[in-house]
């Protein structure tokens, strides 16, 4: 299995920037896709955004398109999560998985291998 690790989390001021970072094992981000998730206090897992095996991307379109970007270094086996603009309803734990190559999906059960998580924080 692949094993995950988020880095990057922290506090911040509403409309500050954070860029997380996903290591996986050598190859992962060139065979599976790769997905960040987010889950705040008292609410359910929920997708954030999605980066094919071959580079496509997906976002939710009600909070991460337009102020997220996520990106991967193959070379590097990483995948990143560029957020900009960030807002209090942001804070949450945000969560990197791998899921097997196919139609990108924004279901957390498609998603077998899934990191430990990452603290964003946004607050004044």
């Known amino acids: 299995q692949a094993q995950l690790v988020e880095s990057g989390g922290g506090l911040v001021q509403p409309g500050e920037s954070l860029r997380l970072s996903c290591s996986a094992p050598a190859r992962t981000t060139m065979w599976y896709n790769m997905g960040w998730f987010r889950q705040a206090p008292g609410k359910e897992r929920e997708f954030v955004a999605v980066?094919?095996?071959?580079?496509?991307?997906?976002y939710n379109e009600e909070f991460a398109k337009g102020r997220f970007t996520i990106s991967k270094d193959n070379r590097k086996s990483k995948v990143f999560l560029q957020m900009d603009r960030l807002k209090p309803e942001d804070t949450a734990v945000y969560y990197c998985a791998a899921a097997q190559p196919g139609t990108p999906s924004r279901k957390t059960e498609s998603y077998a291998n899934w990191g430990q998580g990452t603290q964003v924080t946004v607050s004044s």
């Open positions: 980066i094919s095996r071959v580079g496509s991307t997906t």
